[in-house]
């Protein structure tokens, strides 16, 4: 039905439908009437109004959606932004200035410049606030955004497929101008969200609609991500996230600004010693320390013990400690990581959980398998139970 027949029609049936109908927003798509109602509470009463004056074989053209509950029927899409995050309170230092400037550029001018952009590092270090940020800026420049985490569109895949209704999904997102997937890790294994992403990713990109993707690893870090795709993700520019020392205290000190507490030199130093390389765990630190005051807040136990096992491996093998804390799966840096998980465990009193979070993952899963393995290792093989005997006895004189 067109909008115009619609109107006529209303017309010669009810005068009362026609005025209401003056208060809505009328929209066609695909052949069916949308009707845009400001009070969700009002949603039913004209829903049933037009079933009442059109009759039900009219009234399934029309669909009546609220402006705010309209997620399941609306051909809008909702934004999934919050306003919090802004590249006005992002702090800006060595780590994170080449992510930071990418992300504005990217929203100076959208789906020009670096199309995608691919932005990666570890958790809690601001990939969600830039993501948002540009969501935001171009929010404000009456582009149309969509923010998903990979989970959550997947789920949304998974739910239009069942009900049937995919080819509404994809005309949906086809109309954005900025799509940015945060997380997209977790798209691995998930095959038919990758097919629907990649067809997406080349129909936005086609259009010059900008997308935005973040991760906790390189592209070619990713597991059970085809081929394809990845080569998507790595056709723009591709960025690293980082947290340096000097941009933490700079952030540890606004923050305590920001929660009217006094920065005091031994506090700032508390916060550093008592978290890692995560601003999540430093905003964490700081709300703990308002709450109880700076006695709540001890250096993790254990903590600086684990630093000790993490450098001495590091030197061991020849690299730095920032490898072993990161994603990188090379033979040498793998191997390393497991060693060094698996001595924090022997020599430390620290948890599973501790050691996890002294290695920047965020659950166990990963440490518990690097320990079985290692465990393996060193029973098969004579060399690699005396390196682990030899690193032992110099961590034991250490710690
Ligand atoms: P990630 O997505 O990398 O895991 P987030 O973007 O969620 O991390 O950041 C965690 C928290 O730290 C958020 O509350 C975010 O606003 C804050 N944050 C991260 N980086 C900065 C920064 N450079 N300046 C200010 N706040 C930051
Ligand atoms: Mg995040």
Known sequence: MRINTFIDLVK????????????????????????????????????????????????????????????????DLHTGLSRRFTFDNFIVGEGNRL????????????GST????????????????????????????????????APEF????????????????????????????????FLSGKERTQMELFNLFNHLYMKDSQIVLASDRHPRELKDISDRLI???????????????????????????ELKLTVQENIVRLIMESTGPS?????????????????????????????????????YFGISREEILGNSRSGRVARARRFAMYLCRKVTGASLIEIARSFGRKDHTTVIHSI?????????????????????RQLRERI
């Open 279 to 315: 601003v999540r765990e430093i905003e964490g630190a700081i709300k703990t320390l308002k709450l109880g005051g700076s006695g709540a807040l001890k250096p993790k136990r254990g903590r600086t013990d684990l630093d000790t096992v993490q450098e001495t491996v590091a030197t």
């Open 12 to 75: 010669n049936r009810d005068r009362t439908l026609l005025k209401i109908l003056r208060h809505l927003k009328i929209a066609e798509k695909d052949g069916r009437i949308f009707l845009t109602v400001p009070d969700p509470d009002k949603r039913e009463y004209v829903e049933n109004l037009i079933r009442l004056k059109l009759g039900d074989s009219l009234a399934g053209e029309v669909v009546v959606v609220s402006e705010e509950k309209n997620r399941e029927t609306s051909p």
């Open 99 to 110: 992510a930071y400037e990418v992300a504005v550029a990217v929203s100076e001018n959208p």
């Open 114 to 149: 670096y199309n995608p952009f691919f932005l990666y590092g570890r958790v809690g270090i601001g990939k969600t606030h830039l993501l948002q940020a540009i969501g935001n800026r171009c929010l404000d420049k009456g582009l149309k955004v969509a923010y998903r985490s």
């Open 231 to 257: 080569s998507r993700f790595e056709g723009g520019v591709v960025v690293e996230i980082t947290l340096d020392e000097m941009t933490k205290i700079e952030i540890v000190r606004k923050k305590l600004q």
């Open 154 to 185: 997947s789920e949304e895949v998974v739910r239009y497929i069942k009900e049937g209704r995919i080819s509404e999904f994809r005309n949906m997102y086809r109309e954005v101008d900025v799509l940015l997937i945060d997380d997209v890790q």
């Open 372 to 392: 079985r393995k290692v465990e393996e290792e060193r029973r098969k093989d004579r060399k690699t139970d005396y390196i682990l005997s030899f690193l032992e």
